[in-house]
């Protein structure tokens, strides 16, 4: 079924986004998919198209328009460089980037009824770009079906209730995940796009009550402390390892939510969900599976998935070995009966030939009560490949020297006593603030 | 501060952080690979002293050279600011 026909099944006065202040029922919604539909119908038809558009709901319009119309269409988020954006483009033979709307997508009455239905019934590939961490982004070709096979529609009395809250870009997987699930449920979605504080600004103004985002977007989020006055239904964290410490500020920050841990990768699709409010996930998945999806340890301590759907090209099917298993590229470790996440294979800083993941020296600091936030990263060193450091953000700032030696010899004293001497950071910079990418993740590779 | 001293300084602090314990008649003549840093403590010695000093003369240097005493090393510093 195609995304439009989902969105007619709800009631037209509900509304279906909030963006910039302003609301949009599903009424208003159709009349533009309608509109977008009637102006690409004859150019676009059974075509491959890449949709690079920077206004969030514009966007979402054109998914839900050119679903089903198109053979393919590309989503690239707007801030891709144009040597990526032109490599993806001609790799997936779109014929036309809409990186901006030439008419009106505010449709008037008149204009929207003279433009005529028509049925389209292409089953639309829905391609994604990875995130490129480890080289030029590639892309995985999903589908409708493939994309929403895990949207769970949330069991509320009055689904009006509802508020997801959207902070991820909508042309990333995790993004993407949130919108359909809130579009298909006919929930209320509030797209709060832009810098930190005015993403702040329009999840309290939505009066948000569901939410998914990184770890390192929560952490940003309790840190800044607005957000506190929501009530949140449903807390949702994906695409980091989530520690202990964040699990455990977000229990006593929002009692009454639930809270889901996502494991999803653009590559695998949606692998499975953690519901425990506890680090990692039970070993006994690892005999059993979860949600459909088989797990097991590679030698090399990586974490082996086999998802029920896996998305379809020669990138997903190059990394897949002869079990149908995919390597995530996560490194775990076992710890009582729960498997841990120590952090990415191909983020581990080399100290002099000893592989150290900076989510785990990052975990131990944040325990620390005068450390509110850190990233820990790797530094060049001729010596010996890499030493570990760590950016600080104090809980009580101060730029006192004599006070700053007393902490910094404090900390590393203490990290002395948790972590092997390799581990411990040999620089501590103090910072005001850990700076997060666009898809809402700490950028470890500054250095080296 | 002499540089000397100002690198005596930052080997004991080092010393202190890579819990290595450096000889007690720790002076000029001392061989390094006796002095009791340990590789990892070497490594973050040269680091912390370019960060200290703004520069690193073992990066800048055309032809490696390995230092044997403590005044060796001291003498690469001078020598290359």
Redesign the interface.
């Known amino acids: 079924m195609q995304l439009v026909n989902y969105i007619k099944k709800h009631k037209s006065s509900s509304t279906l986004f909030s963006y910039q202040k302003k609301d949009f029922n599903v009424n208003d919604f159709l009349s533009e998919v309608k509109l977008a539909r009637y102006h690409f119908q004859s150019e676009l038809k059974d075509k491959n198209i890449c949709l690079k558009l920077k206004n969030a709901y514009e966007f979402i319009v054109m998914i839900t328009a050119l679903d089903g119309l198109c053979s393919s269409i590309l989503l690239l988020p707007h801030e891709l460089d144009i040597d990526s954006t032109e490599a993806l483009s001609i790799e997936h033979e779109s014929v036309m980037i809409i990186d901006k709307l030439e008419f009106p997508l505010s449709a008037k009455n008149d204009e929207t009824e003279t433009c005529t239905e028509v049925e389209y019934a292409t089953e639309t590939d829905w391609v994604l770009a990875t995130s490129g961490t480890t080289g030029r982004p590639k892309l995985i070709i999903h589908t409708l079906a493939s994309l929403i096979r895990t949207c769970k529609i949330l069991k509320q009395p009055n689904k009006n209730q509802i508020t997801w809250g959207l902070v991820y870009q909508p042309q990333r997987f995790a993004g993407l995940q949130v919108v359909l699930q809130s579009m298909l449920a006919g929930n209320k979605l509030v797209i709060a796009d832009g810098e930190f504080q005015s993403q702040v600004e329009a999840l309290i103004y939505g009066e948000v009550n569901c939410l998914s985002a990184t770890p390192s977007m929560w952490r940003k989020l309790l840190i800044d402390g607005k957000i506190k006055e929501l009530g949140f239904l449903q807390i949702t964290l994906g695409g980091e390892a989530c520690d202990k410490t964040i699990l455990n500020s977000l229990s006593k920050a929002f009692p009454n939510s639930r809270m889901f841990h996502i494991y999803a990768s653009t590559e695998a699709g949606v692998g499975f969900s953690v519901k425990d409010k506890q680090e990692g996930f039970p070993k006994s998945w690892l005999e059993n599976g979860t949600d459909g999806v088989e797990m097991k340890i590679s030698k090399g301590k990586t974490l082996l998935i086999r998802p029920n759907i896996l998305p379809t090209g020669s990138e997903i099917t190059n990394r897949l070995d002869n079990n149908g298993f995919i390597d995530s590229g996560d490194v775990v470790s076992i710890t009582g009966e729960r498997v841990i996440f120590q952090g990415r294979e191909s983020g581990a800083i080399n ?2 030939g000893n592989k150290v993941h900076p989510e785990e020296i990052e975990t131990v600091l944040r325990e620390f009560h005068e450390i509110l936030d850190v990233k820990v990263y790797g ?1 060049k ?4 490949g890499q ?1 570990v450091v760590a950016d600080i953000v104090l809980e009580q700032q101060t730029n006192n020297k004599d006070e700053l030696k007393v902490i910094k010899k404090l900390i ?1 004293s203490r990290a ?1 006593k948790k972590l092997e ?2 581990k ?1 950071p ?2 501590l910079t103090f910072v005001d603030e850990i700076i997060i990418n666009s898809t809402g993740k700490v950028d470890r590779n500054n250095d080296g | 501060m002499e540089l000397r001293d100002k690198i005596l300084e930052v080997v004991v602090e080092v010393a202190e952080l890579s819990e290595c314990e450096l000889v007690s008649d720790f002076n000029d003549s001392t061989i390094l690979l006796e002095s009791g840093l340990d590789s990892l403590g070497f490594a973050i010695l040269v680091a912390r002293l370019e960060e200290e000093l703004d520069y690193d003369p073992f990066a800048e240097m055309e032809n490696a050279v390995y230092p044997t005493t403590f005044a060796e090393f001291v003498s690469i510093y001078s020598q290359n600011k």
């Open positions: 100290v002099g530094k060193n001729p010596m010996i030493l590393i002395k001497l390799y411990v040999t620089f």
